[in-house]
């Protein structure tokens, strides 16, 4: 459905020769990649951040992300607090996840510029029976008006059945961690 490129949001919990690595080769095959990371991991990490000018959002830290100079902040499908972002113009973007239609609304209403639904395929931190795969990921995303994200599951092996949804982004860990 989609005729441009993904843009690829990596979640990182950890920094290693291995990852840096896979990172450089990311941006050297020019693909469209941003990181997200977390309070705890973001001190060891700021340096190469800096260094390695890609942009990155602090996950549920609106404070950090303003401190810290960050491309934008990302919002877990558990911060529901309905204090809209957005209207914050320290902020550059304002990106969420969700997993069903009333998290998409409170996203929305929080100022979301992307959201993400998950999970579209399997991974370890679901059962299988809560796995969207494309036909209802397309359905519950039908009507939404923001731009669209999909997490959950994404490796390189059903990262080209992601062409056949509505999004225009990726989240996953797997790209660079393999």
Partial sequence: MNNYRLKYYIFLDELNEKIIKNI?????????????????ILFSILDFIKYSKIPFFIIDNAKLATK???NG???TSKNR??????KDSRHNEVIGSAH???????????????????????NKKYS?????????????TLNWKTSIGALGGINLKNIKLIKLTRSNSIGMKSLITR
């Fill in 100 to 122: 069903n239609q009333y998290e998409y609304f409170i996203k929305e209403r929080q100022g979301c510029s992307t959201i993400f639904l998950s999970p579209i395929f399997y």
């Fill in 68 to 70: 810290y100079k960050a």
């Fill in 24 to 40: 450089q080769n990311l941006k050297k095959r020019k693909i469209d990649l941003k990181l997200i990371v977390s309070e705890k």
């Fill in 73 to 75: 902040i990302f919002l």
């Fill in 81 to 86: 607090s309905l204090v809209n972002i957005s």
């Fill in 128 to 140: 299988p029976n809560k796995m969207l795969h494309i036909n209802k990921f397309n359905l519950i």
